[in-house]
């Protein structure tokens, strides 16, 4: 099994900068790809960025520019690095691992963009 844990969300001006971070445990050997998702209140989940085993990254066009994506394999943390936060990027944000048809979930962290 794998456990991912974000955390970083919170509320921020727009803008303003927020990292996310998402601590992965368990059997984390052979992940293929890591990632965030998010989901706005009424909308579905929208996949936002993912960085494979090889270091390749992919963003959605709303964020490209504005957001990227680590990873520490050390600490076995993925990173999302936020700036110039806009008010449509206020969500829940999932953290996610991939290892061939099994995808691993975190429980999100919420990240409020407002005035």
């Known amino acids: 099994q794998v456990q991912l844990v974000e955390s970083g969300g919170g509320l921020v001006q727009p803008g303003g900068s927020l990292r996310l971070s998402c601590a992965a445990s368990?059997?984390?050997?052979?992940?293929?790809?890591w990632g965030w998702y998010r989901q706005a209140p009424g909308k579905e989940r929208e996949l936002v960025t993912f960085?494979?085993?090889?270091?390749?990254?992919n963003y959605a066009d709303s964020v490209k520019g504005r957001f990227t994506i680590s990873r520490d394999n050390v600490k076995t943390t993925v990173y999302l690095q936020m700036n110039s936060l806009k008010p449509e990027d206020a969500a829940v944000y999932y953290c996610?691992?991939?290892?061939?048809?099994?995808?691993?979930w975190g429980q999100g962290t919420q990240v409020t963009v407002s005035s």
């Open positions: 996610y691992g991939n290892r061939n048809r099994d995808v691993y």
């Open positions: 368990g059997s984390i050997f052979s992940i293929n790809t």
């Open positions: 960085i494979t085993s090889a270091g390749i990254t």
